[in-house]
């Protein structure tokens, strides 16, 4: 079920990528959401998927907390 979580969270934050305001709030609310060991690997995914997104880059301080 969790792993159901983590996925889903990554199709809806590929799916808002278009609007940094609407990436950001569905970041702050799987952050919120996720096990500790699912955020850890939403950073990694995070870190690839940004890598073509420069105007996603400030989403990643709400990883930091």
Same mark, same amino acid.
């Given at each position: 079920?969790?792993? &159901?979580?983590? @996925?889903?969270?990554? +199709? $809806? /934050? %590929?799916? $808002?990528?278009? *609007?940094?305001?609407?990436?950001?709030? @569905?970041?702050?609310?799987? $952050?919120?959401?996720?096990? =500790? *060991? @699912?955020?850890?690997?939403?950073? !990694?995914? /995070?870190? %690839?998927?940004? +890598? *073509?997104? =420069? @105007? !996603? %880059?400030?989403?990643?301080?709400?990883?930091? &907390?």
């Amino acid at each position: 079920m969790a792993r &159901a979580m983590l @996925e889903y969270t990554k +199709t $809806v /934050l %590929q799916k $808002v990528s278009f *609007d940094t305001k609407l990436f950001c709030k @569905e970041l702050k609310k799987a $952050v919120a959401r996720l096990l =500790p *060991d @699912e955020i850890e690997e939403l950073k !990694l995914w /995070l870190r %690839q998927f940004l +890598t *073509d997104k =420069p @105007e !996603l %880059q400030e989403s990643l301080m709400y990883l930091k &907390a």
